[in-house]
């Protein structure tokens, strides 16, 4: 049951991860007329003018972000959903003493973490926007570090880094 719990846990952060959020976080209200900070940015943590506050003055990202975020979103959730299901049947394998199944599913979520991470360094270099291409090289190496076992994955870093990433996309 643990485990079961544990691999639904994963799941939840991985998705997030993946940017697959609802929509519910902060608000991505389009900058309005400059107020002489540059791009609807202000002094951390107070908005600007028709914008929204977000920690640091952190604005949508310009230039090429729209695209660049849809195929970050579009790797994640497919990655994700593949992760997380070779996990679960390593865990299942792993419960019923399966070790060559077992393998076969550690092996093979392996490489969807390392596709993942590389889509996502992908994305970083296409990005024209330097805020985003850092938050999206962060994500990629955090991705890079995931293990496929549910105690390699640290929720709240990789919770920060998304949100990072949703303010610039304007997720």
Do not use: H
């Amino acid at each position: 049951m643990r485990r079961a719990l544990a691999v639904v846990t994963l799941a939840a952060a991985l998705f997030a991860v993946a940017g697959c959020s609802d929509g519910g976080g902060p608000s991505t209200a389009a900058p309005g007329p400059s107020t002489g900070s540059p791009a609807g940015t202000s002094p951390a943590g107070t908005p600007s003018a028709g914008g929204a506050a977000t920690p640091g003055g952190t604005a949508v990202a310009g230039g090429n972000a729209r695209e660049v975020c849809a195929a970050v979103t579009e790797a994640g959730s497919s990655s994700a959903q593949k992760f997380v299901a070779a996990l679960a049947k390593m865990l299942q394998a792993s419960s019923a003493n399966d070790t060559k199944t077992a393998d076969t599913a550690r092996r093979d979520a392996e490489v969807v973490l390392a596709g993942w991470s590389a889509a996502v360094r992908e994305q970083a270099a296409r990005a024209t926007d330097a805020r985003l291409k850092a938050a999206l090289t962060d994500n990629a190496a955090a991705i890079a570090k995931i293990k496929p076992d549910v105690t390699s994955v640290n929720e709240s870093t990789l919770a920060q880094l998304q949100q990072r990433v949703d303010q610039l996309c304007g997720s």
